[in-house]
C-alpha cells in the first residue's frame, strides 16, 4: 500500500510562485510513474503534469507549460510541482498520483492507483 501526502498549497497571488511536494510511504515511489492533476470548483479534474520512473521525461498540460515543472528526488520519495508564474485560474486542489509501474508518460486519471488527499491552491488577482 502506498500513501501519499500533498504539502506546499496555500494562498499565492497572480505572478508569484508555489511548490508543491509529494510524499511517499508505504512503498518508494522509486521506478514509478508520478503524475499532478488539479480540479477547480465545478469542474471535472484534469491533469496537469507527469514524469516517468527516471524523472527524464515529462509531460505538461498546455495550460501550465512553460510555467510548471515536475521534479522528483528519488532519495527523498518526493515528488514536487513547482508553479510560477501563477495565474487565478490555476486554483484549484491539487492531487499527486502513482502508479505502480510501467515506463512511459500517463496523463488519465485511471492509469493511477494511489491518490493523495490533495491540497488547496488559492491565487489572488
Known amino acids: 500500500q502506498v500513501h501519499l501526502v500533498e504539502s506546499g498549497g496555500g494562498l499565492g497571488q497572480a505572478g508569484g510562485s508555489l511548490r508543491l511536494s509529494c510524499a511517499a510511504s508505504?512503498?518508494?515511489?522509486?521506478?514509478?510513474?508520478v503524475g499532478w492533476f488539479r480540479q477547480a470548483p465545478g469542474r471535472e479534474r484534469e491533469f496537469v503534469a507527469a514524469?516517468?520512473?527516471?524523472?527524464?521525461?515529462?509531460e505538461y498540460a498546455d495550460s501550465v507549460k512553460g510555467r510548471f515543472t515536475i521534479s522528483r528526488d528519488n532519495a527523498k520519495n518526493t515528488v514536487y510541482l513547482q508553479m510560477n508564474s501563477l495565474k487565478p485560474e490555476d486554483t484549484a486542489i491539487y492531487y499527486c498520483a502513482l502508479r505502480p509501474g510501467g515506463s512511459r508518460i500517463y496523463v488519465k486519471e485511471y492509469e493511477y492507483d494511489y491518490w493523495g488527499q490533495g491540497t488547496q491552491v488559492t491565487v489572488s488577482s
Open positions: 514524469t516517468t520512473w527516471s524523472g527524464r521525461t515529462t
Open positions: 508505504g512503498r518508494t515511489v522509486n521506478g514509478y510513474p
